[in-house]
């Protein structure tokens, strides 16, 4: 699929990440999902969660609280 939009299958693989925790982010507002299928109801994503994904990732390997990633996240443009 040559598409700027990704499934949370993809994101997840991509960024090294569980579905189950990607979704917990998810639902805790660190990403945002792009918009969803009217067909199948599943959740599409950019490029750019994938990319927030994998700093999420790394501030976690640093024991930074997810509180503190998310304010990180809020102040970046």
Do not use: C, W
């Amino acid at each position: 699929m040559n598409s700027p939009f990704y499934l949370l299958k993809d994101i997840a693989r991509q960024s090294g990440l569980s579905i189950h925790t990607v979704k917990y982010y998810l639902k805790a507002g660190l990403i945002k999902e792009a918009g969803r299928s009217p067909e199948t109801n599943y959740r599409y994503f950019t490029g750019a969660a994938v990319t927030k994904l994998k700093k999420i990732r790394d501030y976690r390997k640093n024991k930074i609280s997810l509180r503190k990633i998310k304010s990180i996240l809020e102040r970046e443009p």
